[in-house]
């Protein structure tokens, strides 16, 4: 168990709709990273927080967005769903802000798929 | 374009054998570089890593290999348990630390008893 939770495990919807998927980090860890995993791909690195401020962005979409609440929680919101968007999606958390040197712990994961 | 590459796919090993896993990157400013292990329904976990300023680390059954002219990486596991069968993904990321990891596509080991 890494310590950090992820709600739901499961999400099926439809295109067009939105989600919003729920990240708890290790207790102490100020950064969250969100993760995509489509079929066949490695983890793309979507956004990072750090303690309540956007961090670092990677390949997100504009129809994504994030955020990180006082209590270090993390929000990731997936709005006009496509089938495209049907994927893995990983948080992770880590003590500090070098998203490349600090050791990332990784949450079970929200599997999305989209009808 | 991937800059970090994990050319195969999966890889089949007999238990007390050894497995090699291979990661090449393209960017060469990566520095740092790492090995996560992913079992099924699981989320990744921190394996091993290595910084730029050696050749080798070794844990346990684990040494990750750095060869920088080449730009390409290894890791060993010696001798291979079927507990070790999962996907392991190789990323990297730069002397800053300040961007994100890179991760590649990952290399599925099975370990037959």
């Known amino acids: 168990d890494s310590g950090v939770t992820q709600t739901p495990k499961h999400l099926i919807t439809a295109t067009g709709q939105r989600v919003t998927l729920r990240c708890s980090p290790r207790s102490g860890d100020l950064s969250v990273y969100w993760y995509q995993q489509s079929l066949d791909q490695g983890l793309q690195f979507l956004i990072q927080y750090y303690n309540g401020e956007e961090r670092a962005k990677g390949n997100i979409l504009e129809r994504f967005s994030a955020q990180q609440f006082p209590d270090l929680h993390s929000e990731l919101n997936l709005s006009s769903l496509e089938l495209g968007d049907s994927a893995l999606y990983f948080c992770?958390?880590?003590?500090?802000?070098?998203?490349?040197?600090?050791?990332?712990?990784f949450g079970p994961g929200t599997r999305l798929t989209v009808l | 374009d991937q800059q970090v590459k994990q050319n195969s796919p999966s890889l089949s090993v007999q238990e007390g054998r050894i497995s090699i896993l291979n990661c090449d990157y393209t960017n060469s400013m990566f520095d740092y570089f790492l090995w996560y292990k992913k079992y099924p329904a699981e989320g990744p976990t921190f394996l091993i890593s290595?910084?730029?300023?050696?050749d080798k680390n070794e844990d346990g059954r684990f040494t990750v290999f750095l060869n920088k002219s080449a730009k390409h990486l290894s890791l060993h596991i010696v001798p291979s348990q079927p507990g070790d069968s999962a996907v392991y993904f190789c990323a990297a990321s730069d002397f800053s630390g300040n961007t994100p990891l890179v991760f590649g596509k990952g290399t599925r080991l099975s370990v037959i008893a």
């Open positions: 992770a958390s880590s003590r500090e802000f070098t998203s490349g040197r600090d050791t990332q712990y």
């Open positions: 290595i910084s730029s300023i050696k």
